[in-house]
Nanobody
């Protein structure tokens, strides 16, 4: 059964960069569009962006457009979230998600903290 595992989070200074990864266990991501979401303390989970199964189409929230890039390497069965020019407002737990048989499937999340 497909499960998602995020990795790559950590502590970074403002203006820095991180690359998050979303990899599956138990199956392949090849056939799925993948979304990235984040949830900051005391706030609702919000969409960051998404990528089509082919990787040809991406979409980003206005708050991250121009700073974040979603890509995928189907040969490595991994989807990436490259985050540049990070600010403290980007601090959150980041999740990837696919829709499996009409239901959302989430990873466990990875913490990103932007602080000096």
């Amino acid at each position: 059964q497909l499960q998602l595992v995020e990795s790559g989070g950590g502590l970074v200074q403002p203006g820095g960069s991180l690359r998050l990864s979303c990899a599956p266990s138990g199956s392949t991501l090849d056939y799925y569009a993948v979304g990235w979401f984040r949830q900051a303390p005391g706030k609702e989970r919000e969409g960051v962006g998404c990528i089509s199964s082919s990787g040809l189409m991406t979409h980003y929230a206005d708050s991250v457009k121009g700073r974040f890039t979603i890509s995928r390497d189907n040969a490595k069965n991994t989807v990436y979230l490259q985050m540049n020019s990070l600010t403290p407002e980007d601090t959150a737990v980041y999740y990837c998600k696919v829709v499996l048989r009409g239901l959302p499937l989430w990873g466990q999340g990875t913490q990103v903290t932007v602080s000096s």
